[in-house]
């Protein structure tokens, strides 16, 4: 044996190294190790012994094959990634669609206008792909906003043979760039510079007037207190208004059952709430849970009615308008909660004060700790909350609706036109219109309200 151990001991390690993993029951290769570069060189290196010879034609060859072979993998590699997208857009941008729309959806969608749409994105793509190899092109070939030979009065001086067609288009453009769109984007920017030094003293004045509140306690207080409408529930005087509530919802899985009960739990009348369940799910397992869920409050006792459309018309806002209530209904509430007594603490501003159409409670936040993305936005949406809609509810009365957590007079709804689906932020739209109307606003700081 010792023989043979010696002999071992005085070879390389030459051939293919081979990792193999125990797999039971069965023996499996997991890892093949190609030779290296080093491998080449300190098999050459040991044959050619101690002269130092090294590296020679041969094994340089060898080494310059495997380098090639390396690269012509990676950029075999990306090529077929860039085709793979490049195919994938094409086809996407032919089929004239970017999302899983529906087929109800794509029926009531023009096909004229759809095609017109994406026509003029095909023809902006491939001017913008034309334009930027133009000036990659400049770029190379030293027609840049740094090269200090660059000397556009001396090129546009010059004839057409000297410096060739390609100088002589570039030299044009350069010469719209600077006549035709450089002024139009200084305005531009000029316009943008003004714009934001209107909304940073804008800013300003609010955070002035926010500080102004704080400094002065002032805050919006109700003619009859919460004690009072307590003390006087059991006679007459107790105000206590029909208010309708609606929970508008589609496909919310996660947060029905939430919803649904702390509507359902609030602390009113219930000869005087009525909860309608404005459900526009598209998912049949999601309308069942969510009619089990009100018939299981129907049961005990709570004012709770399930309705469903078919045509999904003005989404959000078309669910809204259709309210389907009496005419004693004097407010209706967009999703309060989670608070029992939130109408106690909002229904009592509207007593003796007919001009006053919202009370509108602020959000509050369950994850603002999570990450520095929801920080940010608890920080953003604190500055909207705590400064623009309170500074605007005391000093101007008025504030853009956030779609949810508010009180809502139903005949300032009525009279300013109702819910319309004519714009994505149906909230801030029925907000303008009602105070266009005269009506005002209230911005309760105190009530902070989890959405859901």
């Known amino acids: 044996m010792a023989p043979s151990f010696d002999w071992w001991s005085k070879q390389s390690h030459q051939g293919t190294p081979v990792v193999v993993k125990m797999q039971h029951p069965n023996w499996s290769m997991v890892e093949l190790e190609s030779p290296s570069e080093d491998d080449f060189l300190l098999a050459g290196a040991t044959r050619s012994g101690d002269k130092g010879r090294g590296k020679n034609a041969k094994q340089l060859t060898w080494v310059l094959l495997l380098k090639a072979h390396r690269a012509a993998g990676c950029l075999t590699s990306i090529a077929s990634a860039m085709f793979g997208l490049a195919s994938a857009i094409r086809r996407r941008v032919a089929s004239g669609r970017t999302d899983s729309d529906s087929g109800n959806d794509n029926e009531n969608e023009n096909p004229t206008v759809k095609n017109r749409f994406y026509s003029c994105i095909k023809v902006f793509l491939w001017l913008s792909m034309v334009l930027l190899g133009f000036e990659i092109a400049a770029y190379f070939k030293g027609w840049h906003l740094g090269a200090p030979d ?35 984007l200084q305005f531009i920017a000029n316009v943008c510079i003004v714009l934001f030094f209107i909304q940073s003293i804008d800013r300003l004045i609010l955070c002035l007037g926010c500080f102004w509140i704080r400094l002065k306690k002032i805050k919006p207080v109700p003619k009859r207190s919460v004690g009072d409408l307590e003390s006087n529930a059991g006679n007459a005087e107790g105000y206590y208004p029909m208010v309708l509530v609606q929970i508008p919802m589609c496909n919310e899985k996660e947060v029905y059952q939430q919803s649904i009960s702390a509507v359902c739990n609030l602390d009113w009348p219930k000869s005087n709430l009525l909860i309608q369940v404005l459900d526009d799910s598209d998912d049949p397992t999601t309308q069942l849970l969510i009619k089990e869920e009100v018939h299981k409050w129907q049961q005990e006792g709570a004012h709770v009615v399930y309705r469903h ?19 004693d209904y004097e407010f209706v509430a967009t999703r309060p909660m989670p608070h029992p007594d939130f109408l106690k603490r909002t229904i009592p501003h509207f007593k003796d004060n007919e001009e ?20 940010l936005q608890n920080v953003n949406l604190s500055f909207h909350f705590e400064v623009e809609q309170q500074v605007n509810g005391i000093f101007l009365n008025f504030f853009g609706f956030n779609g949810t957590a508010g009180v809502w007079r139903i005949k300032a709804l009525e009279e300013s036109g109702g819910w319309m689906e004519r714009t994505t932020v149906e909230d801030m739209d029925i907000a303008v219109r009602a105070h266009l109307n005269g009506w005002k606003f209230i911005f309760l700081m105190t009530l902070s309200i989890l959405p859901l």
């Not at 459309?309 to 005419?327: F, I, P």
């Not at 006053?356 to 920080?375: G, I, P, S």
Request: include cysteine; proline fraction near 3%; charge should be positive.
């Open 309 to 327: 459309r078919v045509v999904r018309e003005g989404y959000k806002a078309g669910n809204q308008a259709h309210m389907n209530c009496s005419k």
């Open 150 to 184: 660059l000397q556009l009065q001396y090129l546009l001086s010059t004839t057409f043979t000297f410096f060739g067609f390609f100088d002589s288009l570039y030299s044009r453009w350069v010469l719209i760039r600077v006549d035709y769109l450089a002024p139009p």
């Open 356 to 375: 006053l159409a919202l009370v509108q409670a602020r959000w509050a936040f369950v994850n603002k700790d999570e990450n520095l993305l929801t920080r």
